[in-house]
Nanobody, 127 residues
Framework: QVQLVESGGGLVQAGGSLRLSCAAS????????MGWFRQAPGKEREFVAG????????RYADSVKGRFAISRDNAKNTVYLQMNSLIPEDTAVYYC????????????????????WGQGTQVTVSS
């Protein structure tokens, strides 16, 4: 089982940027894809971005494409989410999660493909 700890959330004005980090421990980080999800008040959790175990493949929700970038540093067991041009609709609790499958060939948008969710970090974008 992997343990995940998110950080980097906060309050930012519309148009600003934040970088979220997710530190992993408990299993070989570099062998598993990672994903970022978010949940706004009163809404279901939704996929934001995912990255393959090697870092060679990424996937984004249409709502964040061109504004957010996911990356990973396997030497530091950390995955990042760079968020630029933030808008109030990005306000949510952001969670990272680890893929269930060893060296999966797929970067999934489905939450059921992921396990070991972190505790989340709050991102608030003011208008």
């Amino acid at each position: 089982q992997v343990q995940l700890v998110e950080s980097g959330g906060g309050l930012v004005q519309a148009g600003g940027s934040l970088r979220l980090s997710c530190a992993a421990s408990g299993r070989t980080f570099s062998n598993y894809g990672m994903g970022w999800f978010r949940q706004a008040p009163g809404k279901e959790r939704e996929f934001v971005a995912g990255i393959s175990w090697s870092g060679g493949t990424t996937r984004y929700a249409d709502s964040v494409k061109g504004r957010f970038a996911i990356s990973r540093d396997n030497a530091k067991n950390t995955v990042y989410l760079q968020m630029n041009s933030l808008i109030p609709e990005d306000t949510a609790v952001y969670y990272c999660a680890a893929d269930r499958v060893y060296r999966s060939l797929v970067v999934s948008y489905r939450s059921t493909y992921y396990e070991s969710w972190g505790q989340g970090t709050q991102v608030t974008v003011s208008s």
